[in-house]
C-alpha cells in the first residue's frame, strides 16, 4: 500500500519539491532585516585607526569616537550627522584616509574583505614600533659603553699620550695655550694601567661592527629587512635564511652585556656560547626581534602553503598569522560527505588549541572591534599568534553588506568567537575565553521578533539564530529552503531551533520552519530540509564542546555535582533521627492540625521607572562598561549589571541601552528632569522600555 506524502514533507525529506519554488535569494532572515540598511544605523565600523596612540585606543569604532565629541561638547546633530558622512564614505571607497572633518588623526576603514589585513598591519605596525625603540635604546647604550671601554684604553696607550693625540683630544681652541710635546713627556712618566690584551680588543671591535650593521632596526638610514608576507612559505624561508645573522646580534647584544659589565671570561662564556650556537635561538633570544606578519586567505592554506603554516605553529615561530576565510559555507553539496569551504580554516584554529603554546584568537570581522583586547595580546605575545578571521565578503550574499554577514556567522555559531592565551595562567580556565559571543551559555542566541501575520495580526515570538539562518543570507544555498504560502498551510510547522535539539527517524510529525523576509518586507515561513537541519545539528554539537572548554555546561563539572549532590542527601538521610513508634491515642488528646505555611513572599515587581539589564544575557561585549564603568559592571560571570543608576547620567543609559549587541539593557524613566535634552532622549529610549 503506498502511503500518499505530503509535498511540504517531501521537500524535507528530499530536498525537491517539484513544480513549485524554492524560497529563493531574495529571502533573508527575518531578524537581519531591520539591519540591512546599515547607513542608518549606528554600529561598530567604520573604524578609526589612529596614527599616534598617545590620543586614544590605536583603534575604535567611530561612533565611540563621536561619542566622546559629544561629551567633550560637540553638538550632537553636527557631530552625528559627519559621523552618517564619513560612514557613508568609508562604506563607498573602503577607506578614508585622513579623516580630517571629524578631527581624527588616522584613517577610516570599513568591514569588506580588505580590512582586516589593513587593521592587522596597523595593530601590528604600532607594536614593532614599540620593540624598535626599546631595542635601539638598549644597543645604543651598549654601543656608548663599548666605545667609551676603546676610548679609555686608548688614552691609555703610548699612542694616545703622544703630542698629536692629546692634541686633538682638546681640539683647536686651546691649541696656543697648552705645549703639548711636553705633557706628552710628562705622561710618558706616569705610570698606567695595563692596556686591553689584543683579543679583548678585537672581540669588543667585532662586537661594536656587528651591532653598528644590524639591519633587524637600523638606525642609520640603511635599508631595514622585510617582515611582512603574503605567504607562510616565503616567511619561513625567510626566517631560515636570517637565523644567523640572529645568533650573530643576539651573540654581539650578549657578549656587549658581559664587556659592558666587566663580566666576560674566556673561559666560561666560550663554551658556554658554542653551546649556545649548536642549540639554537629562545623564545627570549627571538624577543628581542621583529615579528613577522603574514596575511594569507583560507583557501590557499594547501599543500607547501599548510606545511609550512603548521611549521610555523609547531615551531611557535614569533610570526603573526592572520588565516583569512572570505566563503564560509562553500558551494552545497547535498550528499555525504560535504565539507563546506571554511571548514578548513576552523579547524586549523582548533588544531592551534591544542599546541597548548600558540595565542589563537577566532573571530569574525564584525567581532574585531569588541576583541580589541586580545587582537593587542595576540600581537604582543612572545610567540606563534594565529588569528583567525571571517571577513563575511564572500559575495554570496545579495546586497548583505559583509559586516552583517560576518556578525550572523558568529551569531548562528558558524563562526564562534573564541580565545586562548597561553600567557594567561597555568588552566583552561585562565587560558580559554567565549567572550564575544551573543548569549552563550545557550545553543543558539534568542531574539524578540514582532511581525504580521496573514490575517493582519501583530504576532511576538522569541526566534533563534541558527546556522539554518545564516545559510538563508547565501543565495547558493536557496534550494534548501521552500516558502510556505502566507494562507492555507499544509504541514505542521516547528521552529527549527527546536527540531535540531531532537534527532527523529522517518517522516516526523512537524516540520522545521523559519521565519524569512521578501523584499516587501513581508514575513514568510520557510521549511528546511533534512540536509540542512542535519548541519545544523553538527554546528551545534561543535559549538557545545567549545562551551564545555570555556567552563558552560560542562559535562565532568555537571557530573561531580551530581555526585556530590547525591553524597549529600544520602548523609542527610543517615544523619535524620528514627521517626517515633506510632501508638494509639484517645480521640480527644489527638494533635492539633498542622497550620498551614505561609506563602512565599510574591517576587515584587520592579518599578517601570527603575533601569535595569537582563543580565543573564549578556555577551560580555564590554560596550556599557566602556560608556561608564560606575554604572555598569561585571558580575562573577562576566556579565553586566548596573550597580550604581546614579552614578551617571540617563544619557549614558541611553546610549548603553542603543550600543548593546543584544539589546537587553532598559533604561527607565530619568532621575534627574533638569538633564538637558531629554525629550530626544525620551524618543529614543522607548523601543527599550
Not at 584568537?361 to 572591534?369: C, H, T, V
Request: contains cysteine; glycine residues 6%.
Amino acid at each position: 500500500m503506498q502511503v500518499e506524502v505530503h509535498p511540504d514533507t517531501a521537500f524535507f525529506l528530499t530536498g525537491r519539491r517539484a513544480g513549485k519554488a524554492s524560497a529563493g535569494p531574495v529571502l533573508c532572515p527575518a531578524l537581519l532585516a531591520a539591519y540591512r540598511d546599515l547607513t542608518k544605523l549606528r554600529y561598530d565600523f567604520p573604524l578609526v585607526l589612529r596614527a599616534n596612540s598617545k590620543d586614544g585606543p590605536l583603534f575604535e569604532p567611530l561612533s565611540a569616537l563621536t561619542d566622546r565629541l559629544i561629551e567633550g561638547g560637540a553638538e550632537r546633530q553636527q557631530a552625528l550627522r559627519v559621523e552618517r558622512e564619513l560612514r557613508a564614505q568609508a562604506a563607498a571607497a573602503g577607506a578614508v584616509a585622513p579623516a580630517a572633518a571629524a578631527k581624527i588623526d588616522g584613517e577610516l576603514v570599513d568591514c569588506d574583505a580588505a580590512m582586516p589585513a589593513r587593521l592587522l598591519a596597523h595593530v601590528w605596525r604600532a607594536t614593532q614600533e614599540g620593540k624598535a625603540a626599546a631595542f635601539r635604546r638598549t644597543v645604543e647604550r651598549l654601543i656608548v659603553k663599548l666605545d667609551d671601554i676603546l676610548r679609555a684604553d686608548r688614552a691609555r696607550s703610548a699612542e694616545g699620550r703622544s703630542a698629536a693625540s692629546l692634541k686633538a683630544s682638546f681640539g683647536d681652541l686651546h691649541d696656543q695655550a697648552f705645549d703639548f710635546d711636553s705633557m706628552s713627556k710628562f705622561l710618558g712618566t706616569v705610570s698606567v694601567q695595563t692596556t686591553l690584551s689584543d683579543s679583548r680588543r678585537g672581540r669588543i671591535e667585532s662586537t661594536l661592527a656587528a651591532l653598528r650593521v644590524q639591519r633587524f632596526y637600523p638606525t642609520d638610514g640603511a635599508e631595514a629587512l622585510a617582515f611582512r608576507f603574503e605567504s607562510c612559505a616565503a616567511a619561513l624561508q625567510a626566517f631560515r635564511e636570517r637565523v644567523p645573522d640572529v645568533m650573530r646580534l643576539a651573540k654581539a647584544i650578549t657578549l656587549a652585556e658581559l664587556e659592558v659589565e666587566g663580566e666576560f671570561s674566556s673561559e666560561r662564556h666560550d663554551a658556554l656560547f658554542e653551546r649556545l650556537a649548536a642549540s639554537g635561538l629562545d623564545l627570549r633570544d627571538l624577543a628581542l626581534f621583529p615579528d613577522y606578519l603574514v596575511c594569507v586567505r583560507e583557501a590557499h592554506a594547501r599543500g607547501a602553503e599548510l606545511d609550512a603554516l603548521l611549521e610555523i605553529l609547531a615551531g611557535g615561530l614569533p610570526m603573526k598569522i592572520l588565516l583569512q576565510t572570505d566563503d564560509l559555507l562553500g558551494e552545497p553539496l547535498a550528499h555525504a560527505g560535504h565539507v563546506p569551504a571554511g571548514a578548513h580554516g576552523r579547524q586549523l584554529a582548533h588544531m592551534a588549541l591544542g599546541l597548548n603554546s600558540v595565542y589563537v584568537l577566532q573571530a569574525s570581522a564584525a567581532q574585531l572591534a569588541v576583541q580589541r583586547e586580545r587582537l593587542l595580546q595576540a600581537m604582543h605575545y612572545p610567540g606563534a599568534s594565529l588569528i583567525s578571521v571571517f571577513s563575511g565578503a564572500g559575495g554570496h550574499a545579495g546586497d548583505l553588506p559583509p559586516y552583517l554577514v560576518a556578525a550572523a556567522a558568529t551569531e548562528s555559531r558558524a563562526f564562534p568567537s573564541f580565545s586562548y592565551d597561553p600567557a594567561a595562567g597555568a588552566d583552561w580556565a585562565s587560558r580559554f575565553s567565549l567572550a564575544g559571543n551573543p548569549q552563550p551559555e545557550r545553543d543558539w542566541p534568542l531574539h524578540a521578533l514582532a511581525y504580521e501575520d496573514a490575517e493582519h495580526q501583530r504576532v511576538q515570538a522569541q526566534v533563534a539564530f541558527t546556522l539554518m539562518d545564516f545559510a538563508a543570507c547565501d543565495a547558493r544555498y536557496a534550494e534548501h529552503f521552500a516558502a510556505v504560502p502566507r494562507a492555507g498551510r499544509g504541514a505542521a510547522l516547528a521552529p527549527a531551533a527546536e527540531c535540531v535539539q531532537r534527532e527523529t527517524k522517518g517522516v516526523p510529525d512537524k516540520l522545521p520552519s523559519l521565519f524569512l523576509v521578501d523584499g516587501g518586507d513581508l514575513v514568510h515561513h520557510a521549511i528546511v530540509d533534512d540536509w540542512l537541519l542535519r548541519e545544523a545539528r553538527r554546528c551545534a554539537e561543535a559549538w557545545r564542546s567549545l562551551q564545555e572548554l570555556g567552563g558552560i555546561r560542562n559535562s565532568h563539572a555537571e557530573r561531580l555535582l551530581a555526585r556530590e549532590r547525591q553524597n549529600w542527601e544520602g548523609e542527610r538521610a543517615a544523619a535524620a533521627p528514627a521517626p517515633a513508634a506510632v501508638t494509639a491515642a484517645p480521640a480527644a488528646a489527638a494533635a492539633p492540625a498542622a497550620t498551614p505555611a505561609a506563602p512565599a513572599e510574591a517576587e515584587k515587581e520592579r518599578p517601570a521607572d527603575e533601569p535595569y539589564i537582563e543580565t543573564p544575557r549578556c555577551s560580555s561585549c564590554d560596550e556599557c562598561i566602556q560608556i561608564n564603568n560606575k554604572m555598569f559592571a561585571y558580575d562573577a560571570n562576566k556579565q553586566a549589571r548596573i550597580v550604581d543608576a546614579s552614578a551617571g547620567t540617563y544619557r549614558q543609559l541611553v546610549e548603553a541601552a542603543e550600543s548593546c549587541q543584544v539589546a537587553i539593557i532598559h533604561p527607565g524613566k530619568p532621575r534627574n528632569p533638569d538633564e538637558s535634552g531629554l525629550e530626544d532622549l525620551l524618543k529614543r529610549a522607548e523601543s527599550f522600555l
